[in-house]
């Protein structure tokens, strides 16, 4: 089965931290690439995070030095530690997964975090 399960989304007041899980099959876990973005109301989508070939790792500048990426080849699991978040980063996170470089993207269903006091 070819799926990413999101979790860990929250509510938090501004200047706390989250850790998001992605739960991958194992045909996605062996992804050329896998990463984070997130779509806020009214707002383009963003990359915030990706790591590529199990290693690289880039960020969006309006979160690096906050966020980390980082995985779990046991768990078959991709995190996202969060910290010192602030209201600009409420949106809904997205877990996605490039199979091979040029195809589309696998994407899990979403998980929402909420930055306010």
């Known amino acids: 089965q070819v799926q990413l399960v999101e979790s860990g989304g929250d509510l938090v007041q501004p200047g706390g931290s989250l850790r998001l899980s992605c739960a991958a099959s194992?045909?996605?876990?062996?992804?050329?690439?896998m990463g984070w973005y997130r779509q806020a109301p009214g707002k383009q989508r963003e990359v915030v995070a990706l790591?590529?070939?199990?290693?690289?790792?880039d960020y969006a500048d309006s979160v690096r030095g906050r966020f980390t990426i980082s995985r779990d080849n046991a768990k078959n699991t991709v995190y996202l530690q969060m910290n010192s978040l602030n209201p600009e980063d409420t949106a809904v996170y997205y877990c996605?997964?490039?199979?091979?470089?040029?195809?589309?993207?696998?994407w899990g269903q979403g998980t929402q975090v909420t930055v306010s006091s």
């Open positions: 194992r045909f996605l876990f062996g992804s050329y690439a």
């Open positions: 790591i590529i070939s199990g290693a690289n790792t």
């Open positions: 996605y997964a490039v199979v091979r470089p040029g195809t589309q993207p696998y």
